[in-house]
């Protein structure tokens, strides 16, 4: 069934486009973000692709995430949980970019790369909206700190640069507002 959703020239011709395109040498990550777009072709529910164990091990225990608790919406990005100490971003302010990068290419490229069941792509979007953090660190890294442009509720545009947190003081605060995801 590899041909339900794309012809298999198409695949075949993105597979080929991905092999010519590969440089001389990549990270276990780039290599990641290189060849997962095949999968926004294949469009399988059931074939998913995650960074190398030891990368992402390595990534949880050393590196700092985008403290932000995500909702995606069409081409738009909001916070739904502020997970800073500080009440820099309110809840439900739409986000315009991260370090530079406009939300909708943001959202473009990590739905890009996400599993999708067919021509849905439901579950890749309930599962960006509770792990937005990591999936933002797979195409984006683990930068020190974020710049954020985005207009806040009362409708002001603003920019604010905040700092990334480490994974354990992330997943803390998340505990404390919820026990365990769940659909919306």
């Known amino acids: 069934g590899l041909d339900t959703?794309?012809?298999?020239?198409?695949?075949?011709?993105?597979?080929?486009?991905?092999?010519?395109t590969l440089p001389d040498?990549?990270?276990?990550?780039?290599?990641?973000?290189?060849?997962?777009p095949i999968l926004s072709r294949i469009k399988d529910g059931h074939t998913m692709l995650l960074p190398p164990a030891s990368v992402l091990a390595k990534s949880n225990s050393d590196s700092l995430f985008l403290p932000l608790r995500m909702f995606n919406s069409g081409d738009k990005l909001?916070?739904?949980?502020?997970?800073?100490?500080?009440?820099?971003?309110?809840?439900?302010?739409?986000?315009?970019s991260i370090n530079g990068v406009p939300a909708?290419?943001?959202?473009?490229?990590?739905?890009?790369?996400?599993m999708r069941?067919?021509?849905?792509?439901?579950?890749?979007?309930w599962a960006l909206n509770?792990?937005?953090?990591?999936?933002?660190?797979?195409?984006?890294?683990?930068?020190?700190?974020?710049?954020?442009?985005?207009i806040n509720p009362e409708g002001v545009l603003q920019n604010v640069i905040i700092d990334g947190a480490t994974k354990e003081a992330y997943n803390e605060y998340s505990c404390l507002l919820y026990t365990s995801p769940s659909p919306r």
Request: aromatic share 18%; hydrophobic share 40%; charged share 15%.
């Open 130 to 150: 509770w792990w937005f953090a990591e999936y933002f660190s797979y195409w984006y890294d683990h930068p020190a700190k974020y710049q954020i442009q985005f």
């Open 78 to 96: 909001y916070v739904e949980l502020n997970y800073l100490p500080e009440d820099k971003i309110p809840n439900g302010s739409e986000i315009i």
């Open 25 to 36: 040498s990549m990270t276990a990550m780039q290599f990641y973000v290189h060849i997962t």
């Open 104 to 114: 909708a290419v943001i959202l473009n490229t990590i739905l890009n790369g996400m």
């Open 5 to 20: 959703y794309t012809s298999l020239e198409e695949i075949n011709n993105t597979l080929n486009q991905m092999k010519a």
């Open 117 to 125: 069941d067919g021509h849905n792509d439901a579950f890749a979007r």
